[in-house]
């Protein structure tokens, strides 16, 4: 496809339960970023691949958050043991890694922890 | 702390007249500057940007200003159209620590433009 795909859309989760967020980037983007959004408020940093490497992690919340991206294209991020306040829309976005160049983003994952 | 604020929540704009989005930024190593447009259940689209040696940037209807003294930048969308009703995230990138532009977002602005 021509844009950043994401599934699934929507995800509810018992909270306790482990969850997988998958995100496709644009074909060829050696960058690949994951982000959270609470409701009302700008997407927030969690992680930064270029390609298949975890660069940057620091903005993960906890150690029950885990990315990946082990062929460099398709990124999954894991939740384990969620808990309420992981409620949030996770968006993933890619871009070609020159300098200035534009994110892309998905449409977002919106997870709710029950 | 919030590197990227936008002070205002909404805004309101007849339709026709100029909408003018402002952003304040604390960080002075940013490179580039950047807004986003984003409608509900959708996610963020890229709109215009600027680099931190500029201090216009001009792209059809939208035009960013950048103030490198104040630390401050806007965009203008003239004239306003009821199509550009949406929340815009004004976003900041800096390479100095990392090997990648680590993109930074305000809390953003909702639009509504009004017919």
């Known amino acids: 496809g021509a844009g950043v795909s994401q599934s699934p859309r929507y995800k509810v989760a018992k909270r306790g339960q482990d969850v997988a967020l998958r995100c496709d980037p644009i074909s060829g983007h050696v960058s690949l970023f994951w982000y959270q959004q609470a409701l009302g408020q700008g997407p927030e940093f969690l992680t930064y691949f270029q390609n298949e490497a975890q660069l940057d992690k620091s903005g993960l919340p906890s150690d029950r958050f885990f990315a990946e991206r082990p062929e460099g294209s398709v990124s999954t991020l894991k939740i384990q043991r969620t808990q309420q306040e992981d409620s949030a829309v996770y968006l993933c976005?890619?871009?070609?890694?020159?300098?200035?160049?534009?994110?892309?983003f998905g449409n977002g994952t919106r997870l709710t922890v029950t | 702390d919030q590197q990227v604020k936008q002070n205002s929540p909404s805004l309101s704009v007849q339709e026709g007249r100029i909408s003018i989005l402002n952003c304040d930024y604390t960080n002075s190593m940013f490179d580039y500057f950047l807004w986003y447009k984003k409608y509900p259940a959708e996610g963020p689209t890229f709109l215009i940007s600027i680099s931190s040696i500029k201090d216009k940037n001009e792209d059809g209807r939208f035009t960013v200003f950048l103030n490198k003294s104040a630390k401050h930048l806007s965009l203008h969308i003239v004239p306003s159209q009821p199509g550009d009703s949406a929340v815009y995230f004004c976003a900041a990138s800096a390479r100095y620590e990392t090997s990648y532009d680590k993109v930074i977002f305000g809390p953003g602005t909702s639009l509504s433009v009004i017919p």
């Open positions: 976005a890619s871009s070609s890694g020159t300098v200035g160049s534009p994110l892309h």
